[in-house]
């Protein structure tokens, strides 16, 4: 079975600091996609990144960089210079649309609070 | 940009009456989902929808619940007899399902309260 793992329950940083939000996922399967969605207060599900599994190049968007590794099961997300603007619970998720098993299994997600 | 849209933003309903929820998901997606989140929780799967039948569905998808496409534009989730644990956000995503397109596009959600 697929599980995703966010350990991070909530993080507080002070505006500008970085921070990294981890997920580790678990699967036997070697074709998978990975997800991060942002849910601002406002309460809506917001698409941030999609990888593949074959895909392992790091991505960069502005200030947002993903890390994804196979080799320990990670996908984790990282925000540079963070805003007050960035908070947010992030969920990490994880989907086999390959296989025909397209619905997303999502981590309890990482509450983040950017203080200014 | 397309966005998928849902109504009622807010729905109070009493136990055991029946409610349903409704979505437009993006014209031209293949692929259609409900989700919901009990307040502070994570997101739950519960339904997929492709070629007007069921694709998916979880444990938490039983008798109780319904999906339709009734037409070319609405996706609906129906709940037969609410309980209080029923009380939650319901989200309704829709996706392409065109190779490399598989990203799924949320709407703000409907909020749930049985009393």
């Known amino acids: 079975a697929q599980k995703v793992t966010q350990a991070q329950t909530e993080i507080s940083v002070v505006e500008k600091e970085d921070v990294t939000l981890d997920c580790v996922y678990e699967?036997?399967?070697?074709?998978?996609?990975l997800f991060w969605y942002k849910q601002p207060p406002s309460g809506e599900l917001v698409f941030l990144i999609r990888?593949?599994?074959?895909?392992?190049q790091n991505e960069i968007s502005g200030r947002y960089s993903w890390n994804f590794q196979k080799s320990t099961s990670s996908f984790n997300f990282t925000i540079t210079a963070s805003q007050v603007v960035d908070s947010a619970v992030y969920f990490c998720?994880?989907?086999?649309?390959?296989?025909?098993?397209?619905?997303?299994?999502f981590g309890s997600g990482t509450r983040l609070q950017v203080q200014p | 940009e397309p966005e998928v849209t849902q109504t009622p933003s807010h729905q109070v309903t009493q136990m055991g009456q029946e409610v349903i929820l409704r979505c437009v998901p993006i014209?031209?997606?293949?692929?259609f989902y409900w989700y919901r989140q009990i307040l502070g929780q994570k997101v739950e799967f519960l339904v997929s929808?492709?070629?007007?039948?069921?694709?998916?569905k979880s444990e938490i998808f039983d008798d109780q619940f319904s999906v339709e496409r009734p037409d070319g534009s609405n996706f609906t989730l129906k709940i037969r007899s609410t309980k209080l644990e029923d009380s939650a956000m319901y989200f309704c995503?829709?996706?392409?399902?065109?190779?490399?397109?598989?990203?799924?596009?949320f709407g703000p959600g409907t909020r749930l309260t049985v009393l």
């Open positions: 929808f492709y070629n007007n039948e069921i694709s998916e």
């Open positions: 014209s031209n997606h293949l692929y």
């Open positions: 995503a829709s996706e392409s399902g065109g190779a490399g397109t598989d990203t799924q596009y």
């Open positions: 998720a994880l989907s086999f649309p390959d296989t025909g098993r397209r619905a997303l299994t």
């Open positions: 990888r593949n599994s074959f895909d392992e």
């Open positions: 699967t036997r399967d070697t074709t998978y996609y």
